[in-house]
């Protein structure tokens, strides 16, 4: 697509077609492909293939360390009768959601109606939405993890306040280094600005840039993994649209740089790098000669476990997300299986701040019928020492002309949640209260009530269930449970566990104040400079 692609990326795509017209779940290139891990041993081990997973897989297979990457989900890349990959947000079907029976969409209702979402039939889709008590975690399910569903914002965090939540991580480095690297591995590109000022599918943003600068509030740009050349073809007619199809939080079919297509295809394309799909990693424990085994049940199509499986490795990298990497740690310290791990695991969980509101415009502030998916600019007040709050200005595709402003505020919440180990359940129960996220409501309230003031506007109330203005009741971003510094050493090494790495969201206290696979991704390629240069 464009020049941030290499020949291994060419040679990652192949195996990943093959093993999507195959029906494999087992994905790789060359004898390894060929189910060589007859011992289940493996130098490497990686649970999980979102952003931290697909980054130590890449510099793993670089380096020439034969490599396998546990995944949860399965591999999307093959059409289904109707041609697609994935189905469009307005009419979900079985690919949408992990397992369920009727889709949970962030938006509960429509003018209080029960029309959003849809009965589905159970199957691995590609969302999972997983509940604990005052909060539910929205979680990519597939090859490529996250970066399957989201929006592709990949925004730098502030270097400020990143500093005073990561103090251990010379900030220098940080941004002179890994985050440059991230974004060129990853495909960051930005819309362009004249573009955006004329096209239809971005006057929603427009709008609320305006509302903004009449409460003194500024905009700025977001840069995205969404190739935004092909985007303005899919807006000339000579691309199949993805973004202009309402395509967006159940998977894009095109245009998006997902990590199957970056980071997962380059680490493929090394010949060092399997991945094995619809396995469930579930329990850790160490060997006497300091190997660590891994017990992963493979499900198949219907959920039913088909087989448990016991693999080996020398090193153990997981991210398996701030939920799964928390929980399987947890697990292995509450069972007696890794007692030496730290008091730490299971803190400084945090769900970014997160709040999504939604504001009624006036009749003749038409939003625009026809809206992009991915969003490209976000109220900034990072600055206000007093309310600092970043808002995504977030798209609302119906096809209709609706007049209503949506927003994702990420604040800067200090409230943190912990994790427990339920012996009755073998889970990881996470501790949060709606009193916690009042928090973050009240920072939104505090800069949407100005914007609602300077433009004499009000909230809505019909679209997140129960007559709600705003919904802290789910995140998009969970962060923490095993903190950078604290349950880990200062790169991610986990203390009482030599050898084992957290590459994930779990290293990241709670809260960065923007959206965070950017900040996980450099976070990662830190981490595995570390592990590769002490054990190479």
Partial sequence: MTSYLTRRHFIGYGALQAAALLGLTRIGVGSRSAGDLAADHTPALVIGSGYGGAVAALRLGEAGIPTTVLEMGALWNRPGPDGRIFCPMTTPDHRSMWFRTRTEAPLATFLWLDVVNKDITPYPGVLDRVHHPAMSVYVGRGVGGGSLVNGGMAVTPDRGHLTRVLPSVDADTLYGTYFPRARRTLGVNTVDPGWFETTEWYRYARVSRAHAARAGLATTFVPNVYDFGHMRREADGTAERSALA???????????????????????????????????????HPRPDGTYVVTADRVDHTGRTVATRELSCRRLFLAAGSLGTTELLLRARETGALPGLSEHIGTGWGPNGNVMTARANHLWDTVGAHQSTIPVLGIDGRADPGNPVFAEIAPLPTGLEHWISLYLAITRNPERGTFTYDAATDTARLNWTREQSQV?????????????????????????????????????????????????????????????????????????????????????????????????
């Fill in 440 to 536: 973050s409501v009240a920072a939104a309230k505090r800069l949407f009530d100005r914007v609602n003031a300077a433009n004499g506007t009000v909230y809505r109330h019909d679209l997140f269930g129960g007559n709600r203005a705003f919904a802290d009741d789910f995140t998009y971003h969970p962060l923490g449970g095993c903190v950078l510094g604290r349950a880990t050493d200062d790169h991610g090494e986990v203390r009482g566990a030599p050898g084992v790495y957290v590459t994930d969201g779990a290293l990241v206290p709670g809260s960065i104040g923007v959206n965070p696979f950017l900040t996980i991704t450099a976070l990662a390629e830190r981490t595995m400079d570390r592990a590769l240069a002490d054990n190479p």
């Fill in 246 to 284: 309402g395509e967006v939080i159940y998977g894009n079919n095109h245009g998006k740089r997902s990590l199957d297509r970056t980071y997962l295809a380059a680490a493929l394309g090394t010949g060092n790098v399997t991945i094995e799909t619809l396995h469930r990693a579930r329990a850790v």
